[in-house]
């Protein structure tokens, strides 16, 4: 035994040593991990992961937040085999396509919301949103108006990190590295109630935050405006779920001024909110919208755009050829291991489970377990996603100070302490595999309530919180 411990420790460094040299990690500050050393993920089943020394983690961010089905389905791997026997790869240009993609393609016509009868293929988030852009500017153009340009988003949104994604998105600090950013992209208020609102309602603040989209359709001219481009609920940006009415009124505003309405559901979609889509959730109708991670459930990379009859009728009668795609667009083997995610989720009634039972229970246990915490002064959330923000006061609401990094001190308790919890600023996030189960949710807030616990303590030793 002790053999095999010293070869797997040896085997470790190794890997660490081979990381440090060669790696370069998205999101990372390479000097301080390298310092530090990676974890090396070894193996996962259900929604657990473990790690090479051996230590179990509860996944709460389904990798990220892609790990709808859970780890270790065979059925995924035997439709990623088949395919690759069959055919493991040929392209969608050229007028061909193949049975994978021309299949999925059908079934995403059928679970979309709406007229978002026709789909576009891609291989991650940020590709879909660059794919966004692409047929949003050159609808315009088909229509005869091609000074339509601008595109409107909003601040602490994500929608990915190539230079397109990261001008449409509103993070400050993915901004400050890079620039200069593509032009004709605005940003609007983000719909944040807890952290933004004041004194105003709820009510309010929705009716507020939504105006900002017509103010700067105004200031910008709307016979200017390109689209608009929100996620149903804030992913990245800490878990910000729009207070009631604020979509209603966003698409209000979209409809009068004759702007094209994109649901980002990179990260909503395939069940997250209890529903296929998070539009369905909040009543939203877009005219696109791009999907991915859910898609197939992180087994392979594949993302898509849906696209509404009045956009796809424009283009395929009045566009010619659309200069635009990817060597891996509907990949076969991503596109066979996409349509048996998707026969799961409905086969065992996934999707419905979150919506009727887990769902529910997440969001009250959360309350009930997380919710008297000192450093919780506020949860949302909706089906298995939730953001907690943390705070130095709950009366009067005092919010740490930005320099302190909080989040980062829960999220490295976590990670010791066998829990995947992100931290996004400090606002700390979870969205576990939809396959969890009441027992599991109960599992995953016990250890959420003792890393909050060792925060706490962490704080305290800084003389950040009172003893």
Not at 84 to 100: K, V
Not at 182 to 189: D, M, Q, S, T
Not at 405 to 410: E, H, K, L
Request: charged share 20%; with cysteine; glycine share 12%.
């Amino acid at each position: 035994m002790d053999a095999q411990h010293n070869t797997a420790d040896s085997g470790d460094t190794e890997l660490r040593q081979q990381d440090a040299a060669h790696h370069l990690h998205p999101f990372t500050d390479s000097a301080a991990l390298n310092r530090r050393g990676s974890r090396v993920i070894d193996r996962a089943d259900g929604i657990y992961l473990w790690d090479t020394e051996g230590q179990q983690l509860i996944d709460g961010m389904s990798g990220l937040w892609c790990v709808n089905i859970g780890y270790g389905r065979q059925e995924l791997v035997d439709a990623a085999s088949r395919q690759m026997q069959q055919l493991p790869y040929y392209n969608t240009f050229f007028q061909t396509t193949t049975a994978p993609a021309t299949r999925l393609a059908s079934r995403l016509a059928e679970l979309t919301p709406g007229d978002l009868n026709h789909i576009f293929f891609a291989n991650s988030g940020s590709e879909a949103i660059d794919t966004v852009i692409r047929l949003v500017r050159r609808y315009w153009e088909v229509a005869g108006k091609p000074w339509r340009k601008v595109l409107i988003a909003r601040h602490n949104a994500y929608h990915g990190s190539t230079i397109a994604g990261t001008s449409l998105g509103g993070m400050a600090a993915m901004h400050k590295q890079g620039g200069p950013w593509l032009p004709g992209i605005e940003h609007i208020r983000q719909p944040y109630w807890y952290g933004e609102g004041g004194e105003l309602s709820a009510d309010a603040f929705a009716r507020e935050a939504a105006a900002a989209l017509e103010a700067k359709i105004l200031e910008v001219g709307p016979d200017n405006v390109a689209a608009f481009v929100g996620e149903p609920i804030q992913g990245a940006g800490g878990v910000i779920v729009p207070p009631p009415g604020y979509w209603a009124e966003i698409q209000r505003i979209c409809r009068q001024y004759d702007i094209l309405l994109v649901a980002d559901e990179v990260i909503c979609g395939f069940g997250r909110t209890g529903n296929w889509f998070g539009s369905q959730t909040f009543g939203i109708e877009p005219d696109l919208m791009s999907m991915a991670k859910g898609l197939s459930s992180g087994y392979q990379p594949i993302s898509a755009v849906a696209v509404g009859d009045r956009v796809a009728n424009a283009l395929i009668e009045g566009g010619g050829e659309f200069g635009h795609g990817f060597t891996y667009s509907g990949h076969p083997v991503a596109c066979a291991v996409a349509l048996e995610n998707l026969r799961l989720l409905e086969a065992e009634g996934i999707i419905d489970r979150v919506r009727d039972d887990t769902g529910p229970w997440f969001q009250q246990q959360l309350r009930e377990r997380l919710g008297d915490h000192p450093l919780i002064g506020h949860i949302e959330g909706v089906g298995l996603v939730a953001g907690m923000a943390l705070v130095q006061s709950k009366a009067p609401k005092t919010f740490f100070a930005s320099d302190l990094d909080v989040g980062t001190i829960c999220r490295d308790h976590c990670f010791a302490n066998g829990l995947v919890m992100r931290a996004c600023g400090n606002r700390m996030v979870l969205a576990p595999p939809l396959i969890i189960t009441r027992e599991q949710i109960d599992q995953l807030l016990s250890r959420a309530r003792h890393c909050l616990d060792l925060t706490l303590d962490s704080l305290r030793a800084l003389g950040v919180m009172p003893d």
